[in-house]
T-cell receptor
Framework: AQSVTQPDIHITVSEGASLELRCNYS??????LFWYVQSPGQGLQLLLK??????LVQGIKGFEAEFKRSQSSFNLRKPSVHWSDAAEYFC????????????FGAGTILRVKS | SQTIHQWPATLVQPVGSPLSLECTVE??????LYWYRQAAGRGLQLLFY??????ISSEVPQNLSASRPQDRQFILSSKKLLLSDSGFYLC??????????FGSGTRLTVV
């Protein structure tokens, strides 16, 4: 079935440590790819997006993501996590055959320990 | 600049009562509009989207309905709420270049 998968429901990292959040998609063609962050009780903020071109995408707040076509993945990374990064992170896609829809993964809750 | 307004921020409603959540967009015309729901511990599920006035597409069968009476207004409704309708509801609009902007959300608790 066509889907967006975030295999990690919760991740805990120490402040200052590196972070990688995983995202895989299952569509016939490469969709448009997004990462959003949601702080508790808040709306969604776009971190970065990938449509085409350079497979390493830089976003806001020091985040980056790498598109790997062979793995159907779009993993989010940050070299050094800050306590303020604690939030829920969503990978999302616009499937190639459904240009009007933004489809989300289940989300990964990031906890940062000091 | 474009902004999206969503209200109310929180709502507590008894089972069987009606619901009306409103979303309006400013600074753009003929936007694609979306309603998402985030249930506790779950991701965001697309409920409805609209590409124009009176045009509504429903993604999942449910107790809710949507309407778009004006170009920049999108309303989520229910005639009789169920406990399972509780959740966090987000409105969004899509700008150029697949830029999606989300409202601040409505926390609905059905009791």
């Amino acid at each position: 079935a066509q889907s967006v998968t975030q295999p990690d429901i919760h991740i805990t990292v120490s402040e200052g440590a590196s972070l990688e959040l995983r995202c895989n998609y299952s569509y016939g063609a490469t969709p448009y790819l997004f990462w959003y962050v949601q702080s508790p009780g808040q709306g969604l903020q776009l971190l970065l997006k990938y449509f085409s071109g350079d497979t390493l995408v830089q976003g806001i707040k020091g985040f980056e993501a790498e598109f790997k076509r062979s793995q159907s993945s779009f993993n989010l990374r940050k070299p050094s996590v800050h306590w303020s990064d604690a939030a829920e992170y969503f990978c999302a896609v616009v499937p190639p055959e459904y240009g009007n829809k933004l489809v989300f993964g289940a989300g990964t809750i990031l906890r940062v320990k000091s | 600049s474009q902004t999206i307004h969503q209200w109310p921020a929180t709502l507590v409603q008894p089972v069987g009562s009606p619901l009306s959540l409103e979303c309006t967009v400013e600074g753009t015309s003929n936007p694609n509009l979306y309603w998402y729901r985030q249930a506790a511990g779950r991701g965001l599920q697309l409920l409805f989207y609209s590409v124009g006035i009176g045009q509504i597409s429903s993604e999942v069968p449910q107790n809710l309905s949507a309407s778009r009476p004006q170009d920049r207004q999108f309303i989520l409704s229910s005639k009789k709420l169920l406990l399972s309708d509780s959740g966090f509801y987000l409105c969004a609009w899509r700008g150029g270049g697949y830029g999606y902007t989300f409202g601040s959300g409505t926390r609905l608790t059905v009791v």
